[in-house]
Each structure stands twice: as C-alpha cells, then as structure tokens.
T-cell receptor
Framework: KQEVTQIPAALSVPEGENLVLNCSFT??????LQWFRQDPGKGLTSLLL?????REQTSGRLNASLDKSSGRSTLYIAASQPGDSATYLC??????????FGKGITLSVRP | DTGVSQNPRHKITKRGQNVTFRCDPI?????LYWYRQTLGQGPEFLTY????????KSRLLSDRFSAERPKGSFSTLEIQRTEQGDSAMYLC?????????????FGAGSRLTVL
C-alpha cells in the first residue's frame, strides 16, 4: 500500500527566501507525481506533474523534482512571496489511477 | 468549459439526515473521481468511474454512501443517515484516460457539516 509523507507539517519563512518542500513515498512503482496547492477551505489547484520517466518540471518560480529510486520528490519555490502562503500537497499516482496524497505542508510567507 | 463544478459548496445538516452532492466534470473527461478530505489530512480516495461504470470503491465508502454516474456525465454522491464523522470536504475530480498523463482536475469541493 502506497504511503506518502510530507514533513514538516508547517513552515514559516520570510518573504524572498528560496525554499524546498519535501515529499516521500514508499512504493516506487508510480506513474506520476503531482504537486497541488490548496488555499484554506478551497479545492486543489494542480501546480506541477512529473511523469515517472521525468526528473523534473518547471513552471515559473516553481520547480519539482522526482527521484523514484529513493522515493522522493521536492518542490522548490524561488523568491517566495506572501501570496504563496497555502497548503502544498503531493500525490503519487499508481497503476490503478488513484492518487495517494500526503497530509500537506502549510506554508506561511511573512512580509 | 469552466472546469469541474461541484454543488452545493457547503451543506449543513443534522445527524441522521440524507445529503446529496453533485459533480459536473469537464465535458470531454471520461473518468470521474470522488475524494474525501478531513481537517488537517490529505484527500482520501473514495471511488471512481470510467464513463458510467463504477470501477473501484474504497473501504471508506460504507454502505451509507452511494455514488452514481448514470449517463457518464455528471455524478452524485449520496450519504444516508449522516453521522458527525461524515463532516468533511468532498472533492470531485475528472480526467481523460487513457492518456499518458491522466491529469486529474479537481473541483472546489463540497463541504459537509453534520451537527
């Protein structure tokens, strides 16, 4: 059974800092890994998806990497802004198309 | 197309009542998923459909829960005899499969509060 872990549960950084959010998964037989953003009380917004054959994906100030062999993914946020404050969830997709989510990391960027 | 639409956005009900949520997926998407998210947790898979066929159900989906997708378009999730433990955000997602990415697009969710 796939388990996805995100540590720490919460993170507070000053504006402008570059930061890395970590995600680990137990079963390396994944099809892809997806990073989502969730604002309080809202649904999920997809940020980046990395196929199992890829090593990284970039979108603007965001860069996500994937190392299947070690069961790790990271989301790098450059030059963080207060508007980046949200909960960031990673999800691993298995062969049955289900996503297994971590509990998320709640990020607070202080002005 | 405006994405995945869920209604109602928020439902408050008394314990023991029945509630129904509706999800309208992206029109060309053939797969539809339901997830449940409780406070401080990541979403947990409940069930998914390919067209009108329900292909998988989680053990989380007790016999009080039923989901349908009668014409392979919109879906409903009904909870009978609600309990306080059913209070959660119910998220719907859709995707086009089989494709290489099978990217899931989520709706804004339907929040259930059981008093």
């Amino acid at each position: 059974k796939q388990e996805v872990t995100q540590i720490p549960a919460a993170l507070s950084v000053p504006e402008g800092e570059n930061l890395v959010l970590n995600c680990s998964f137990t079963d390396s037989a994944i099809y892809n890994l997806q990073w989502f953003r969730q604002d309080p009380g809202k649904g999920l917004t997809s940020l980046l998806l990395i196929q199992s054959s890829q090593r990284e994906q970039t979108s603007g100030r965001l860069n996500a990497s994937l190392d299947k062999s070690s069961g790790r993914s990271t989301l790098y946020i450059a030059a963080s802004q207060p508007g980046d404050s949200a909960t960031y969830l990673c999800a691993a997709r298995g062969a049955n198309s289900k996503l297994t989510f971590g509990k998320g990391i709640t990020l607070s960027v202080r002005p | 197309d405006t994405g995945v639409s869920q209604n109602p956005r928020h439902k408050i009900t008394k314990r023991g009542q029945n509630v129904t949520f509706r999800c309208d997926p992206i029109s060309e998407h053939n797969r539809l998923y339901w997830y449940r998210q409780t406070l401080g947790q990541g979403p947990e898979f409940l069930t998914y459909f390919q067209n009108e066929a329900q292909l998988e159900k989680s053990r989380l989906l007790s016999d009080r829960f039923s989901a349908e997708r009668p014409k392979g378009s919109f879906s409903t999730l009904e909870i009978q005899r609600t309990e306080q433990g059913d209070s959660a955000m119910y998220l719907c997602a859709s995707s086009l499969a089989p494709t290489g990415a099978n990217v899931l697009t989520f709706g804004a969710g339907s929040r259930l509060t059981v008093l």
